[in-house]
């Protein structure tokens, strides 16, 4: 059974801080899906990984894939009390099963 | 605009009386697919489907039952609900479902006494 570890599983640091969240695996996935959640909504994508090595930048989230893919991470930088939520990785085996880390949820204090 | 709707948000029942979930996407998707969220357990997969009459098994099946008559539409059926089947249901979609991004309904809080 694939598995999705995440870690930390809950983070609560002052507005202004950088932190990085931590998505690993003993298994090797095709791509690699990050989402936040909100209180009352359905997750919602931030961005897909494909290729081993991959970094991707959204304004102030970095997302890399890793080299094997197995791994990746999430870095935030000068965190905002509106990137409180529920962190969430989820591999693509490209089998049509999508596995979802246990989400690791932030909150950024004002 | 293009989303994932399901009926109803909150539900409450008896263990034992039949039940249907809706979901329905406007995005003419090919993939869509149920979870059940669980506190400490993350999102775990219930059942999908890639097609119209295509279906298969996720991590945690039983006790569920599905359907894909039409392309949009997606329901999930409890036959004979059980306390441990009270849980937040996601249904989703996706364009093929093959390393493409899904994209979730706002859930279906389900409480089973």
């Known amino acids: 059974t694939q598995l999705l570890e995440q870690s930390p599983q809950f983070l609560s640091i002052q507005e202004g801080e950088n932190l990085t969240v931590y998505c690993n695996s003993s298994?090797?996935?095709?791509?690699l899906q990050w989402y936040r959640q909100e209180p009352g909504e359905g997750p919602v994508l931030l961005v897909t990984?494909?290729?081993?090595?991959e970094v991707k930048k959204l304004k102030r989230l970095t997302f890399q894939f890793g080299d094997a893919r197995k791994d990746s991470s999430l870095h935030i930088t000068a965190a905002q009390p509106g990137d409180t939520g529920l962190y969430l990785c989820?591999?693509?085996?490209?089998?049509?099963?999508?596995?979802f880390g246990t989400g690791t949820r932030l909150k950024v204090l004002a | 605009e293009a989303q994932v709707t399901q009926n109803p948000r909150y539900l409450i029942t008896v263990t034992g009386k039949k039940l249907t979930v809706t979901c329905s996407q406007n995005?003419?998707?090919?993939?869509m697919s149920w979870y059940r969220q669980d506190p400490g357990l993350g999102l775990r997969q219930i059942y999908y489907?890639?097609?119209?009459?295509?279906?298969d098994k996720g991590d945690v099946p039983e006790g569920y039952k599905v359907s894909r008559k039409e392309k949009r539409n997606f329901p999930l059926i409890l036959e004979s609900p059980s306390p441990n089947q009270t849980s937040l249901y996601f249904c989703?979609?996706?364009?093929?479902?093959?390393?493409?991004?899904?994209?979730f309904g706002n859930g279906t809080r389900l409480t089973v006494t």
């Open positions: 489907s890639m097609n119209v009459e295509v279906t």
């Open positions: 989703a979609s996706s364009l093929t479902g093959y390393n493409s991004p899904l994209h």
């Open positions: 989820a591999g693509s085996s490209g089998t049509y099963k999508y596995i």
């Open positions: 990984v494909v290729t081993g090595g």
């Open positions: 298994s090797v996935f095709s791509s």
């Open positions: 995005m003419n998707h090919e993939y």
